[in-house]
Nanobody, 116 residues
Framework: QVQLVESGGGLVQPGGSLRLSCAAP????????MGWYRQAPGKERELVAV???????NYADSVKDRFTISRDNAKNTVYLQLNSLNSDDTAVYYC??????????WGRGTQVTVSS
């Protein structure tokens, strides 16, 4: 059972920032992709940002220029810097990993709430 350890969610005011992190086990073999999805109440889970093996990153249009994904390969960890947050960013954020066998793994989720 692969456990992804997420941290960094919380309550923030509009315009504020948060940083999420997700660590995959060090023993996990080569990672094909690693990133974040989110799910707001009453909505489907959607891609936020994902880093893919080879160095490319993809972002949802709604977060481009506000969110930045980065990773530490040595630690099997991915980070998501969330800036200029607004109420539409309120959701549970899920860490996502796809390994070299193309098996997918999910974290338990971390709540991000943007409210004044």
């Amino acid at each position: 059972q692969v456990q992804l350890v997420e941290s960094g969610g919380g309550l923030v005011q509009p315009g504020g920032s948060l940083r999420l992190s997700c660590a995959a086990p060090g023993s996990m073999p080569i990672i094909n992709a690693m990133g974040w999805y989110r799910q707001a109440p009453g909505k489907e889970r959607e891609l936020v940002a994902v880093w893919r093996w080879g160095g490319s990153a993809n972002y949802a249009d709604s977060v481009k220029d506000r969110f930045t994904i980065s990773r530490d390969n040595a630690k099997n960890t991915v980070y998501l810097q969330l800036n200029s947050l607004n109420s539409d960013d309120t959701a549970v954020y899920y860490c996502y990993v796809r390994d070299y066998k193309l098996d997918d793994y999910w974290g338990r989720g971390t709540q991000v709430t943007v409210s004044s």
